[in-house]
């Protein structure tokens, strides 16, 4: 399968810059993946496709402040640096600009020697591995002097940093929000739980992979990054349970689909796990958990549109997303909800 028989124009003033006011109101596109029926919808209209029985799961993950300003040791020249993930307990895969600055052995200062740290390897792909040196808490002193991490394609200044974060964010690790999370509220949650939907949560650390366009022709030789999850044996028992009962499971976002589909054994059966997963779901996979999708509106040629056409088929996704700019959808991560049922 091509990488280009996923491209679709998108107009620029079409993604969103920042967030909408009040989280639950931003639009919905409801999308049948059976019929291709498309409806227009509120976000917080989304609790009348739920039924009693069904179990609604989400991502919890928290985004951390991942980017870094410091500069070199030696020649005092800026250098920015974005924690991709942890290695180990004070060793971190980082993005690193300008990387010609960053050889190994080169030294950072960060905060006035707050923080400083060592680059110790250059991967493979141009990232590389530093190690940290400070005194005190770690994630302390990278509140204190790192800054959030927001998408290339989001240019103005973020006022309140929780914007970036989803009300039930509790796991920290993320250089990326869930973002198909952000229109949740309090009041949704409620409505759910008043239905007798079931709500659980897992844990996928999102990678900054998520954002990087497939460089290759043919979408079965790209290569996915790893991002660490974990799914619990009381998430598993529900999702159990749930499946007996011939109720769904909706899956908000890419990332819970995707740490569903790497605990499945098989059609609707599922096990308690952690570790890294770099599953790549793009058409012809078969689902064995998630029943319907809750996700946002994706980059062209990203892993995240061809996992969202392999859910809902390639022409009825490109069909929906067609309709989408045709009605001024709002677009990424600050932008409007979609479900696919």
């Known amino acids: 399968m091509n990488t280009e028989d996923f491209?679709?124009?998108l107009p620029e003033e079409l993604i969103a810059q920042t967030p909408i006011e009040k989280r639950d109101t931003s639009r919905l596109l409801v999308l049948d993946k059976e019929t291709g029926n498309i409806e227009h919808k509120v976000f917080k209209n989304i609790v009348d496709y739920f039924q009693e029985g069904d179990t609604l799961i989400l991502n919890n993950t928290r985004v951390i402040p991942a980017r870094l300003l410091g500069s070199k040791a030696d020649t005092q020249g800026n250098v920015e640096i974005l924690l991709l993930k942890r290695i180990d307990k004070d060793v971190w895969e980082i993005l690193v600009k300008p990387g010609k600055r960053a050889k190994v052995g080169t030294e950072i200062i960060f905060g006035e020697g707050i923080l400083t740290g060592k680059i110790i390897d250059i991967l493979e792909d141009g990232n590389r591995l530093i190690k940290f040196i400070y005194d005190g808490i770690f994630e302390e002193i990278l509140d204190q002097l790192g800054t959030m991490p927001l998408p290339p394609y989001i240019k103005e200044q973020l006022e309140d940093k929780e914007r970036y974060q989803t009300i039930y964010s509790k796991i920290e690790g993320s250089a990326a929000a869930p973002t198909a999370g952000l229109h949740f509220t309090q009041e949704v949650f409620q409505k759910l739980l008043?239905?007798?939907?079931?709500i659980d949560f897992i844990t996928l650390h999102v990678g900054l992979g998520t954002f990087r366009p497939v460089k290759v022709d043919k979408?079965?030789?790209h290569k996915m990054?790893?991002?660490?999850?974990e799914i619990s044996q009381q998430t598993v028992d529900l999702i159990?349970?749930?499946k007996k009962n011939n109720k769904r499971i909706f899956a908000v976002g890419t990332t819970t689909v995707r740490t569903l589909e790497t605990a499945a054994l098989d059609i609707n059966q599922i096990r308690a796990s952690s570790g890294w997963t770099d599953i790549f779901i793009y058409p012809g996979y078969t689902f064995k958990i998630v029943d319907a999708m809750?996700?946002?509106f994706h980059l062209p040629e990203s892993t995240l549109i061809m996992l969202v056409s392999a859910f809902a088929g390639r022409e009825k996704t490109l069909k929906a997303y067609k309709?989408?700019?045709?009605n001024k959808y709002r677009f990424f991560s600050f932008g409007d909800g979609m479900l696919i049922k």
């Open 294 to 296: 809750i996700t946002n």
């Open 225 to 229: 990054h790893a991002e660490y999850y």
């Open 323 to 326: 309709e989408a700019i045709k």
């Open 219 to 221: 979408i079965e030789e």
């Open 194 to 198: 008043d239905k007798g939907v079931n």
């Open 240 to 242: 159990h349970e749930t």
């Open 7 to 9: 491209y679709f124009e």
